[in-house]
C-alpha cells in the first residue's frame, strides 16, 4: 500500500525560510509527477509548485523566485524549499504523488494528511 506523508511544516516570521518534505512508501512501479497544494483557509486550494518525470518544474506566480522544488527519486522523496516566506503563504500544504502501480497502468493520485505552515508577521 502506497503511503504519502508530509514532514517540516512549523511557524516562522515573515521573511523566514522552511523546507517542507515529502515521503512516498510503499511497493509500486514508478512516480510519475509529486507536488504541494495549498488551502489556506476561506480559500480555495491552490498548486504551488510540481515536479514531472523528476525534472520539468512549474510554480505558482506568487512563489516563483522563492520557492524551489526537488525531487530525491532513489529515496522517493520531494522537497519544497521556502525563502523570503510572506503571511499570506500561510496555509495548509499538502503532497501528491502521482503513482503509476505497474509497468503500464493509469497513474494514481495518493495524498498526505497535510503540514501546516504559519507565517507570522
Known amino acids: 500500500q502506497v503511503q504519502v506523508v508530509e514532514s517540516g511544516g512549523g511557524l516562522v516570521q515573515s521573511g523566514g525560510s522552511l523546507r517542507l518534505s515529502c515521503q512516498v512508501s510503499?511497493?509500486?512501479?514508478?512516480?510519475?509527477?509529486m507536488g504541494w497544494y495549498r488551502q489556506a483557509p476561506g480559500k480555495q486550494r491552490e498548486l504551488v509548485a510540481n515536479?514531472?518525470?523528476?525534472?520539468?518544474?512549474n510554480y505558482a506566480d506568487s512563489v516563483k523566485g522563492r520557492f524551489t522544488i526537488s525531487m530525491d527519486n532513489a529515496k522517493k522523496a520531494m522537497y519544497l524549499q521556502m525563502n523570503s516566506l510572506k503571511p499570506e503563504d500561510t496555509a495548509v500544504y499538502s503532497c501528491?504523488?502521482?503513482?503509476?502501480?505497474?509497468?503500464?497502468?493509469?497513474?494514481?493520485?495518493?495524498w498526505g494528511p497535510g503540514t501546516q505552515v504559519t507565517v507570522s508577521s
Open positions: 510503499g511497493n509500486f512501479f514508478s512516480i510519475v509527477a
Open positions: 501528491y504523488a502521482d503513482i503509476q502501480p505497474a509497468a503500464r497502468t493509469v497513474p494514481v493520485d495518493y
Open positions: 515536479i514531472i518525470s523528476g525534472v520539468s518544474t
